[in-house]
């Protein structure tokens, strides 16, 4: 089982940059998939950004493709969201989440962080 808290949210201005973090519990970490996951208000949750369990595939949302970076530290346990060129439609909560293989679903979810861009 892994717990997950994500961090760095917070309100930047158009065109600005911002890191979020996502520390996970646990000795396993490793073998987690991960992923990125956004929801704005009155709208769906969507996918953000994956990447696999030892950081060498990753995917991406083609709305954030080219400005946003994810990226892991398995020695911290921890699982980055790099974002740059922030526009206002990034305006959302963005969660963090694992799962243990590429077929499975998404099983475990971070509480959110939130992420304000303003004009």
């Known amino acids: 089982q892994v717990q997950l808290v994500e961090s760095g949210g917070g309100l930047v201005q158009a065109g600005g940059s911002l890191r979020l973090s996502c520390a996970a519990s646990g000795r396993t970490f490793s073998t987690y998939n991960m992923g990125w996951f956004r929801q704005a208000p009155g709208k769906e949750r969507e996918f953000v950004a994956a990447?696999?369990?030892?950081?060498?595939?990753?995917l991406y949302a083609d709305s954030v493709k080219g400005r946003f970076t994810i990226s892991r530290d398995n020695a911290k346990n921890t699982v980055y969201l790099q974002m740059n060129g922030l526009k206002l439609e990034d305006t959302a909560v963005y969660y963090c989440?694992?799962?243990?293989?590429?077929?499975?679903?998404?099983?475990?979810w971070g509480q959110g962080t939130q992420v304000t861009v303003s004009s």
């Open positions: 989440a694992a799962r243990l293989t590429r077929a499975a679903s998404y099983g475990y």
């Open positions: 990447i696999s369990s030892g950081g060498d595939n990753t």
